[in-house]
Nanobody, 115 residues
Framework: QVQVVESGGGLVQPGGSLRLSCAAS????????MGWYRQAPGKQRELVATITNGGSTKYADSVKGRFTISRDNAKNTVYLQMNSLKPEDTALYYC?????????WGQGTQVTVSS
């Protein structure tokens, strides 16, 4: 059974940084794509960033230049380095692992940006 587990959320002041981590386990196949999504209260879940097993990345316009996604294929782990955080980045951040034709989601980790 595939498990996706996130870590690294927390409370940070505006302008601060956080690093999220996510590990996928339980599959004999490596994820084709791994990514981060977020959902703020009263809003729909939105894409933050994705990365393929070849290293190609995609970012939401709202985080370009501030967030960096990276991946360790040997560990099936993806990271999200978040810099220059803004209050509007406050959300529950979910990790996604796309393996073959299925999507697997973590439980989410809360990121709160507030002074």
């Amino acid at each position: 059974q595939v498990q996706v587990v996130e870590s690294g959320g927390g409370l940070v002041q505006p302008g601060g940084s956080l690093r999220l981590s996510c590990a996928a386990s339980g599959s004999r196949f490596s994820p084709n794509v791994m990514g981060w999504y977020r959902q703020a209260p009263g809003k729909q879940r939105e894409l933050v960033a994705t990365i393929t097993n070849g290293g190609s990345t995609k970012y939401a316009d709202s985080v370009k230049g501030r967030f960096t996604i990276s991946r360790d294929n040997a560990k099936n782990t993806v990271y999200l380095q978040m810099n220059s955080l803004k209050p509007e980045d406050t959300a529950l951040y979910y990790c996604n692992a796309h393996i073959l034709f299925s999507d697997y989601w973590g439980q989410g980790t809360q990121v709160t940006v507030s002074s």
